[in-house]
């Protein structure tokens, strides 16, 4: 599903030059101020980001993007667990729609969060997840059509240090359940239109960054779900490569269009190269 190496390998990069981009151009001024923090964050996606994943493309935003809608709170209660959705705004059908979904957060140590691939089963290319931020930075939505255009939407949102942040109570009870999943469909079962699905993985995604515990010094490594594929009826729905910069747990609300009752299969991988799956019978009954 993911090649690790790729991946790490793009990561790596990414690090590298969001560090080296960090200089004394960046040093705070008197008076902190907003606007200042989105320059650095604009700064961060044009020099760093936008050209390690879409080079020189053309990306349609402001005014003249009409394709998805990002919602993203002003201010993280929690930067670990922060909701996010992206909601489109053209329906999936076989002549035009979203292939391809990337969420990024600028200033995130991996801003990537994850890589969302969809098909005309998919009904809508709506997301909700929860993805921890790490500063004060941009949320950024960029949708691919099958036809090659790109759509940005961004939001910029007030938070601080998710990735360095001890895990959560519970992080112990995610170990041990590692790869246990539960699905349901959200409201009564509608065949032949878009249906909204949830999905939870139980996962640490351990970041590497931070101590399993307050005032220790042992960093475990980075371990998290890199992968999730998900079909319905043998049909693919949604494939997604992902990053640490999604919460503890993993959480997925989706779409997808049932032309009879059937099974939703979810394989997944982490990057410790564990496989899990779990499957849901969707019916009329349930």
């Given amino acids: 599903m993911l090649n690790i190496q790729n991946i790490g390998f793009v990561f790596g990069l990414l690090i590298a030059s969001i560090a080296q981009a960090d200089t004394t151009e960046n040093l705070r001024p008197t008076g902190d101020t907003a606007e200042w923090r989105q ?10 980001i936008r050209q390690q994943f879409f080079q020189d493309r053309k990306i349609i935003e402001g005014v003249e993007q009409n394709i998805l809608e990002l919602k993203v709170p002003i201010l993280a209660e929690d930067a670990t667990v922060v909701p996010i959705s992206v909601h489109t705004k053209i329906p999936q059908t076989n002549e035009l729609y979203i292939k391809k979904i990337h969420i990024f957060v600028d200033k995130n140590p991996i801003p990537l969060v994850g890589a969302f691939e969809f098909t ?3 009904g809508k290319a709506d997301l909700a997840m929860r993805i921890r931020v790490d500063a004060h930075n941009y949320v950024r939505a960029i949708a691919e059509l099958n036809t090659g255009e790109l759509y940005m939407e961004k939001s910029f949102i007030k938070a601080k240090g998710a990735c360095s942040a001890p895990p959560p109570p519970g992080s112990e009870e995610s170990i041990k359940l590692l790869g246990k999943m539960r699905m349901r469909v959200m409201g009564d079962l509608i065949l032949g239109k878009p249906n909204l699905m949830q999905l939870k993985i139980r996962h640490p995604n351990i970041t590497g960054m931070a101590p399993l515990k307050i005032g220790s010094r042992v ?3 980075a371990h998290f779900v890199n992968a999730i594929e998900i079909t319905y009826n043998d049909k693919l729905i949604v494939k997604a490569s992902l990053t640490f910069s999604v919460s503890m747990d993993p959480a997925l609300r989706f779409y997808f269009v049932p032309e009879k009752e059937g099974t939703m299969l979810v394989n997944g991988t982490d990057t410790k190269r564990n496989e899990f799956s779990g499957s849901h019978q969707v019916s009329l009954d349930s």
């Fill in 219 to 221: 960093r475990p490594p």
């Fill in 39 to 48: 320059n650095l964050s604009d700064k961060a996606w044009e020099k760093n």
């Fill in 120 to 122: 005309p089963d998919s």
